[in-house]
């Protein structure tokens, strides 16, 4: 079969590239053909195409300019050099099935044009919550909120939830608002949500419920080492963003004589979490930066316990399976997906989110006996293999095609 991923950024820049980069690979050891489209920029790896690729704009920070704000936001609601760009590489590539993920502003649902013309079977993997809330997050301001939800897009900009900018607010609100009215996304035949809270969510949200299919994500646990000796620190991999908490972890280790923090990752929050640190908990915080993948995992074979302190409605991270691959435990904030991943005492813990005491609480038995987080180990791993395989993996994403109306020829390239 052959396959079309799409995403706006062709390179490991987060977990929806990551996840697209892994999967690309499983279907290419089984045969199937990969191609990809996104946004020209300097750090793709995938170029075949790159011809096609609309030009390369940065929307995170936005355009300082007033003519690059306005060319952004012409983009966000549609682009006709995607349009054209997905066209010329659906003729010349001549897909079975596209898969897309994250295509929101820099490429737009203008690249489904070409798709529904040609009678393409389209899957889509929702990494977030972007159909349902113009800021993607569930977030006010750092705090949960819904008020958009099933289309109130307004309070958006009421609420100016977008980094506290009425501009970046209505621009974001309005986006969502007209892709909404005009269904832009209706060539989707299937959307895939890794967690099953996601999937409620959108449906709650009447984000086509009917098209809405759970399929969690996967991890080669046969090629992680797993951990043989007890750790000392608590563990944060990830972006340095106020979603994600990591103020609330070194709140909570301030508040644990002795215990130590290993931060791995960067972000925009990360001067003021440094800062943080430095009175919170002086000299128990170390900060790793960004590190490849290999040196994340050998934090976590080091580590007593991750710790996942997000404030938002976390879909399924992949920081969460890669450690109780290792059979290493998580520490998660009892929100969105993470529920479904973490049993505890068995193989974790959940806690309120926004709340630096019950975290310290939570990771105090951790700290203070390193071999209650080995105890854990085969349980976390067990749950680990069973459940978020490659193979199951693959059968549940080759259903979904096979749902969108992809011809299937059992694993063979076309």
């Not at 306005?70 to 099935?97: E, H, L, N, Q």
Request: hydrophobic share 45%; aromatic share 6%.
């Amino acid at each position: 079969m052959r396959i079309l991923h799409v995403n706006k950024f062709l390179y490991r820049r987060g977990g929806a590239e990551a996840y697209m980069e892994d999967l690309a690979d499983l279907q290419v050891a089984e045969g199937h053909t990969v191609a990809f489209f996104g946004m020209q920029h300097p750090s793709n790896t995938h170029l075949e195409y790159a011809r096609h690729f609309p030009s390369h704009i940065e929307m995170e920070p936005p355009p300082t300019s007033l003519e690059g704000r306005i060319r952004g936001a012409a983009r966000m609601v549609y682009s006709t050099s995607a349009s054209k760009g997905m066209d010329a590489v659906m003729a010349a590539f001549k897909p079975d099935v596209v898969h897309l993920h994250n295509i929101y502003h820099q490429l737009s649902p203008s690249v489904l044009r070409p798709v529904a013309r040609r009678h393409v079977p389209a899957v889509m993997t929702l990494h977030d919550y972007k159909l349902a809330c113009p800021t993607y997050q569930f977030l006010d301001h750092g705090r949960i909120c819904e008020a958009c939800l099933g289309g109130r897009f307004h309070n958006a900009v009421l609420r100016r939830c977008k980094d506290g900018s009425l501009a970046a607010s209505a621009a974001a609100a309005g986006e969502l608002f007209i892709h909404t009215a005009t269904r832009a996304y209706a060539p989707v035949r299937i959307f895939v949500c890794p967690s099953r809270f996601m999937a409620d969510k959108m449906a709650e949200a009447k984000v086509f419920p009917e098209r809405l299919r759970h399929v969690p994500h996967f991890i080669d646990s046969a090629a992680v080492e797993v951990k043989t000796t007890p750790g000392g620190a608590v563990l944060v991999a990830g972006r340095l963003s106020a979603e994600k908490g990591i103020d609330v972890a070194i709140r909570a280790i301030g508040l644990l004589d002795g215990a130590t923090l290993d931060i791995a990752g960067t972000g925009p929050e990360e001067a003021g979490l440094r800062a943080l640190a430095e009175s919170a908990a002086p000299g128990r915080v170390r900060f790793h930066g960004l590190l490849p993948k290999e040196g994340v995992h050998r934090l976590m074979l080091s580590a007593a316990v991750v710790a996942v302190p997000s404030r938002w409605y976390e879909n399924q991270p992949m920081v969460v399976l890669e450690a109780m691959a290792r059979g290493l435990p998580v520490v998660g904030s009892a929100l969105g997906g993470l529920p479904e991943l973490i049993e505890p005492g068995a193989t974790g813990a959940l806690v309120p989110a926004n709340d630096p005491a019950a975290l310290s609480a939570a990771l105090a038995p951790f700290v203070a006996d390193p071999a209650h987080g080995m105890s854990m180990r085969d349980r976390a791993r067990a749950h680990i293999v069973s459940e978020f395989s490659p193979e199951r993996h693959l059968e549940r994403i080759d259903s979904a095609y096979r749902e969108a109306g992809a011809p299937m020829m059992a694993g063979a390239a076309a």
